[in-house]
């Protein structure tokens, strides 16, 4: 029930906007943002700016069929309807609730000594770790991964970056062959050891000399670059801290009132 409580509120702290974006207008009503967000529920982790320009497009034409279709609705008398004023009671009710934790939200109030206190007394929780970007190619024999070694090794900069890429779609035997070897980021450890022992030993720009093995098998990898970890500092954590400590003054202050008002009421499950 709390998650479901603290979900809403969530939804209506950060889902109402008073600086809406209009995507079309149907019989002088604006269909907005927000209008989009409730069509795109359906796809978790979605935004309407990540959607391709043809799903943008049929998006908006759904919420604008979906506006036209309320505005009949609206016409055709529904709102005279018993189901209609039973369910907007209820709507009533649960608007109310929501609108007025938010304002209980926006009361609590978080002080520059319990944010600076929380990020001392946490300071491993800030930590950004080490981190590196790289290509591999991934072979079965370690005479085949010598070879390819033997093929990148004379090379620099961006001629051997593209052998790298070239000799990857065509000799690797792993899933990343396609794109060239391409693995992105990673943090250190987050590879099995030898591979991320072998990686972070690099400089960058710089391909291993010797095949790295593994389970997989044996892999030549190019670093690609290197960030080296470090703590992230309290003005890049403040607003973080100041949410996180301000939602559980939150919580517990709805909790205490939600049990003092069972002491007072009358309550029957069935």
Do not use: C
């Not at 795109?40 to 700016?49: D, F, I, K, V």
């Not at 649960?94 to 304002?103: N, P, R, S, T």
């Not at 080490?130 to 001629?159: C, P, V």
């Amino acid at each position: 029930m709390k998650k479901i409580i603290f979900g809403s509120l969530i939804a209506i702290v950060f889902g109402v906007s008073l600086n809406a974006t209009v995507y079309a207008t149907v019989n002088g009503k604006d269909v907005t943002d927000q209008d989009l967000k409730a069509l795109l529920r359906s796809m978790p982790g979605a935004t309407y700016e990540q959607l391709p320009p043809t799903t943008q497009k049929k998006v908006v034409e759904q919420a604008v069929e979906r506006e036209l279709l309320a505005q009949h609705a609206v016409k055709s008398g529904i709102e005279n309807s018993t189901e209609f004023k039973t369910a907007l009671s209820k709507i009533k009710n649960d608007l109310a609730l929501e609108l007025w934790m938010k304002k209980e939200f926006a009361q609590v109030k978080v002080d520059e000594k319990s944010i600076k206190n929380y990020y001392n007394k946490n300071e491993s929780k800030f930590v950004k770790p080490s981190r590196a970007k790289a290509r591999h190619i991934l072979l079965k024999t370690k005479k085949e991964a010598e070879a390819i070694i033997g093929e990148l090794k004379n090379l620099k900069g961006d001629a051997l970056t593209k052998k790298f890429i070239a000799l990857a779609k065509t000799k690797s035997v792993g899933p990343s062959g396609k794109k060239g070897g391409e693995l992105g980021w990673f943090a250190k450890g987050r590879m099995v050891k030898p591979f991320s022992d072998a990686a972070f030993a690099l400089k960058k720009g710089m391909i291993t000399l010797k095949p790295v093995k593994t389970q997989f098998g044996y892999h030549v990898i190019l670093l690609e670059n290197k960030e080296v970890g470090k703590k992230a500092t309290l003005v890049e954590m403040k607003q973080k801290i100041e949410y996180a400590l301000k939602m559980g003054k939150f919580r517990k202050k709805v909790s205490d009132e939600a049990k003092s008002l069972k002491k007072g009421a009358k309550i029957t499950i069935k």
